[in-house]
Nanobody, 123 residues
């Protein structure tokens, strides 16, 4: 089984930075992808970024491209999301997710989820 535990959320002013972490435990060797999602009140869940654990390929939503960076530390089994130049519209609950299936990864569907960490950006 896989467990994901997130940390690093908080409140910042516009233009500030935050670094989210997702510590993974369990049989993490089998994960094909890891991703960050976010959901703001009254809005649907949005995939922010995804990284493929073996090859390291990454993808970003247009709304965060150039500002956010996803990375992984395989030795520590930890996923990161560095968020710079934060905007009020980045305010949301951020979730770490992973999956062992290439098909679900490609379909933005993930079997494992963290509990979420709140990010609030004030103007």
């Amino acid at each position: 089984q896989v467990q994901l535990v997130e940390s690093g959320g908080g409140s910042v002013q516009a233009g500030g930075s935050l670094r989210l972490s997702c510590a993974a435990s369990g049989y993490t060797y089998s994960m094909y992808c890891m991703a960050w999602f976010r959901q703001a009140p009254g809005k649907g869940r949005e995939r922010v970024s995804i990284i493929y654990t073996s090859g390291g390929s990454t993808y970003y939503a247009d709304s965060v491209k150039g500002r956010f960076t996803i990375s992984q530390d395989n030795a520590k089994n930890t996923l990161y999301l560095q968020m710079n130049s934060l905007k009020p519209e980045d305010t949301a609950m951020y979730y770490c997710a992973s999956d062992t299936s290439p098909q679900r990864c490609s379909q933005n569907r993930h079997a494992y989820w963290g509990q979420g960490t709140q990010v609030t950006v004030s103007s």
